[in-house]
């Protein structure tokens, strides 16, 4: 069911209920407007739309195992019903719809020349970005030969007698400190 006929419902329900004075089961409601093409529990689900968008449209009384059992008008239904109902709020928002959509459309299209000059313009951006991002891959290249070649070098640089040296010096540099704990656990016990 569309939007608009769910409106033209709801404004039935109520114009219907602004002419009685009583209450009156929903099945009337469901009787007069929806037989046999939807369900009583639509007629509900529709009473419970008008409720929840203005709880003084309409008086409810839950009765007989349900929620919504009978229905009566109230001060405010007529007016409401008179001022368009729900099919006017339906129609206003279509048009506010219609004039939004219409303002997104009429925005101006760009001619040739300022295309053109988009075009150049994005032209000499990705010429730029291409210029920075060679400076970028070129000084990180720049930097990992320099780090290459330096650890090479003190490699290269060393002799493997140097080498040697270094370690004896340590290993014995080691062995008088193992010595010096040595000494001073002694003494300690």
Partial sequence: MSE?????????????????????????????????AYSLEYVEKLILEIIDFDHNLLDIM???????????????????????????????EEEKWDNFLDQLASTRKLSVEEKQSLGKAEKITYRRERLLLGFVLGAVTVSFL???????????RESPEDRIKQLEQRLDSLERENEKLLLDNSAFF
């Fill in 4 to 36: 608009f006929f769910k409106a033209e419902i709801k404004d039935k329900f109520l114009s219907y209920a602004a002419e009685r004075e009583d209450y009156f089961e929903i099945q009337l409601l469901y009787d007069e407007f929806l037989r046999p």
């Fill in 62 to 92: 839950s009765g007989n195992g349900s929620k919504i059992f009978m229905v009566s008008s109230t001060a405010s239904t007529e007016d409401f019903v008179d001022e368009g109902g729900f099919t006017d709020l339906y129609i206003q």
């Fill in 146 to 156: 320099f780090t290459i070649f330096s650890i090479a070098k003190s490699i290269l």
